[in-house]
């Protein structure tokens, strides 16, 4: 019913700059928060950063003044600019929604999902 499409993973040197973005498509009411996650092997799935309908965004501490959020509601995209990257930013980034899904006319349901994860690492 819904599908994440993500892109922008890759290599990139310490200092260095990607930016992530993340598609969602399908039968789609409205979007009440896109965000990104990641998660480092051996770590659990933490918060990179989200924003919400009302432009509310939050970023973990570690990304603060680094990495921007930023959405184009037209196209139902949320975008991760990462800049001045450090090796401790490497793992695997995860697009997740938080929406309203349409069934059929008077039929709604709020759905979570997530992408399926795109790699960044950051290395010499």
């Known amino acids: 019913q819904v599908q994440l499409v993500e892109s922008g993973g890759g290599l990139v040197q310490p200092g260095g700059s990607l930016r992530l973005s993340c598609a969602a498509s399908?039968?789609?009411?409205?979007?009440?928060?896109m965000g990104w996650y990641r998660q480092a092997p051996g770590q659990e799935r933490e918060l990179v950063a989200n924003r919400t309908g009302d432009g509310t965004t939050n970023y973990a501490d570690s990304v603060k003044g680094r990495f921007t959020i930023s959405r184009d509601n037209a196209k139902n995209t949320v975008y991760l600019q990462m800049n001045s990257l450090k090796p401790e930013d490497t793992a695997v980034y995860y697009c997740?929604?938080?929406?309203?899904?349409?069934?059929?006319?008077?039929?709604?349901?709020?759905?979570?999902?997530w992408g399926q994860g795109t790699q960044v690492t950051v290395s010499s």
């Open positions: 399908g039968n789609i009411h409205s979007i009440n928060a």
């Open positions: 997740n929604v938080d929406l309203i899904l349409y069934f059929r006319p008077g039929y709604y349901g709020r759905r979570d999902y």
